[in-house]
């Protein structure tokens, strides 16, 4: 890893071909995703709770592009189940892998934080 940065389950050497190889730009981008995932936690709980399927696929498409931005292929993998069970109407698909998908959120905007010192 570039000066030693590192964030668990992210590819950040993958990532940074998209900021041309600047590591503070990255780190940039995974703080912006950090604080913007830390602040919807509560609007991605509620439109679980609400049972609106229109917000949750749209946070989990937001997500999805972000986390992809920022080198969480596999947790933007998973944005991208949620989002197409969303546009499928699925419910019962969100509602079996809501609790896993937000802790994978939870453990990632932490992994971030600890990596950017910002625990």
Sequence with gaps: MQDGFH???VDVQAALVRVRGKIDS???LAGLFRGDGLAKLGQIEASFTGRD???YSFFAHTLRGSAAT???DGFAA???E???AGKRRDWDFIAAR???FMSALRTL???IGAALGEV
Excluded: P, S
Aim: aromatic share 4%; net charge negative.
């Design 82 to 84: 949620l989002e197409a």
């Design 7 to 9: 964030i668990e389950g």
């Design 109 to 111: 905007l932490a992994d």
């Design 26 to 28: 990255y780190k940039k």
């Design 78 to 80: 998973v944005c991208g």
């Design 98 to 100: 809501h609790a896993a």
């Design 53 to 55: 399927i229109a917000a």
């Design 70 to 72: 920022i080198g969480a």
